[in-house]
């Protein structure tokens, strides 16, 4: 049994790189991808493609569990050198999913007579599809994560990431809405093909009445705090396609999808530490020792996630101003939910350690989780029959995140801060939540002071550029030293020549 702990920030970064840089030219297409769509649909149609796209997001959400329990069990298991156990868990858990997909499938399938708007009717029916294309290719994405087969998933991602962009702008102008919903599908069935010839886990069909209900013991309870998570990420998106109409929830939608690009970057590097932590915690002796190199890693995403709040709040003014003008009424609900980037991304700490099968407290994760969900629908109900709009609705989303996120760090500091004098590090966790906050404030007053767009935005740089020196200059100066800083840099280089 080897006592040290494998989750460092060098280590995790050595992949995490792959999947950022992956990820990097993925994103930059599906960007262009973006503002391609956005200059052909109108916000109406947005809505559509926002509407079909909840009826796709609540059927993967619901299941029984079973991939979710594996997922758990299988670095655990490696970490053990228990592999052949761990592939008889795939296996079984595999088959059920596939079997149970059938359900979700017809349910979408036969909402879609129930619409007579042309274009959602046709939207579910392709969703529908859609769903069980892109369920069966994600199974060996997961299991290649499970393996920390990251190279593999890197070269799927990217064929799947370059994919669709591509044929989506080749096809848009001809199919126009039509091209988004279909180009999905493809690209999942290539993506797959690639893991079957080149990434293959080895899947057969194997059925098991008793795995199959143990898998689902444990699983049923991370599917209820899956659920509960994404559905208090969409909720907003939810409660606006039930009271407003069509075009609010297009302009929400548009919004929502670039703020995805800046919580990707980070969820990139989460799907890499999820199972390197929890392997490693099947290998070390003490939790509290497995779990301690979290706390500088969670500063380094606290700082950095808080940092990109307001270099995406300046690109997205840049992009609705100057090239997608008819999202202008998506810039103050933009601004709002940007602070997601930070919430979102050092959420996943706490999270992954209450859901690892060294705490198993998953359960007690979903009771929180579950709390700002119902909280969620509540407000959101409040301020949209109150006239507040979807302004309101993005403040509602961002003060119930911020309360659920700091729920989850007090629960896991007596893992992850178990001295009392290390309490400080919360401060610093949250330090730069604050100054992006201040920052925000600050832009929303010079924008009514100032008429020159240009003025207006050559100040906001600067302040932001001398706000952030100072802050890390005073606060987090032996996080961000010449020297992490040159060997962190070394080291996504030497990774990204080897590659």
């Known amino acids: 049994m080897r006592s040290e702990s494998d989750v460092t920030v060098r280590g995790i970064l050595r992949y995490s790189v792959k999947f950022n840089i992956a990820n990097l030219i993925a994103k930059a297409l599906s960007f262009i991808m973006a503002i391609v769509i956005a200059v052909v649909l109108t916000p109406e149609d947005y809505g559509v493609l ?18 979710a329990a594996a997922l758990r069990e299988m670095p655990f298991l490696l970490g053990r050198g228990e592999a052949d156990r761990a592939q008889h868990i795939q296996n079984i858990a595999i088959t059920g999913k596939i079997l149970y997909n059938i359900i979700p499938f017809l349910i979408i399938l036969s909402a879609s007579f129930f619409y007579s708007n042309e274009l959602v009717r046709a939207g579910l029916i392709i969703t529908a599809v859609s769903y069980i294309v892109t369920a069966n290719t994600k199974y060996w994405i997961d299991f290649n994560y499970a393996r920390q087969r990251f190279n593999k998933v890197v070269i799927g991602n990217l064929i799947a990431g370059i994919a669709t962009p591509v044929l989506t702008m080749a096809l848009i102008f001809w199919l126009k809405i039509y091209a988004v919903l279909t180009v999905p599908i493809i690209s999942a069935l290539l993506a797959f093909v690639y893991y079957i010839r080149k990434a ?3 899947y057969h069909f194997e059925l098991n009445r008793r795995e199959t209900i143990g898998l689902m013991k444990i699983g049923i309870p991370l599917v ?90 300046f690109g997205f003014f840049l992009l609705a101003h100057f090239i997608t003008t008819n999202y202008l009424p998506s810039i103050p609900v933009f601004n709002v939910l940007a602070f997601n980037i930070f919430l979102m991304s050092i959420a996943m700490v706490p999270s992954l350690i209450l859901n690892s099968s060294a705490v198993n407290k998953q359960t007690l994760n979903t009771v929180i989780w579950s709390i700002g969900l119902v909280l969620n629908i509540l407000l959101y109900y409040l301020v949209i029959i109150m006239g507040l709009g979807i302004v309101g609705v993005a403040w509602v989303a961002i003060g119930v995140q911020a309360a659920v996120t700091l729920i989850l760090f007090l629960i896991v500091r007596q893992y992850l801060l178990p001295d009392r004098k290390e309490l400080p590090l919360l401060g610093k966790i949250y330090l730069p939540f604050i100054v992006s906050l201040l920052l925000y404030l600050v832009s929303v007053f010079l924008k009514n002071q100032i008429q020159s767009v240009y003025l207006y935005l050559g100040l906001l740089f600067a302040l932001f550029v001398l706000v952030w020196l100072a802050v890390i200059r005073l606060f987090y100066c032996d996080y961000f030293t010449r020297e992490n800083i040159l060997m962190l840099w070394n080291k996504a280089i030497s990774m990204i020549k080897r590659e």
Do not use: H
């Open 200 to 202: 293959d886990i080895d």
């Open 224 to 313: 209820l705090l899956t659920f509960v998570y994404w559905a208090c990420r969409i909720a907003d998106k939810t409660m606006i396609a039930a009271y407003l109409p069509l075009r609010d929830l297009g302009i929400y939608s548009f919004a929502v999808t670039f703020i995805m690009f800046g919580i990707s970057l980070f969820s990139d590097f989460g799907n890499v530490l999820q199972p390197v932590l929890w392997t490693s915690l099947g290998k070390v002796e003490g939790l509290i020792e497995g779990v301690k190199p979290m706390r500088r890693i969670t500063v380094y995403i606290s700082v950095v996630s808080a940092m990109s709040i307001g270099i995406f709040q």
């Open 50 to 67: 926002g509407f079909v796209g909840l009826w796709s997001m609540y059927a993967g959400l619901i299941g029984p569990g079973m991939d």
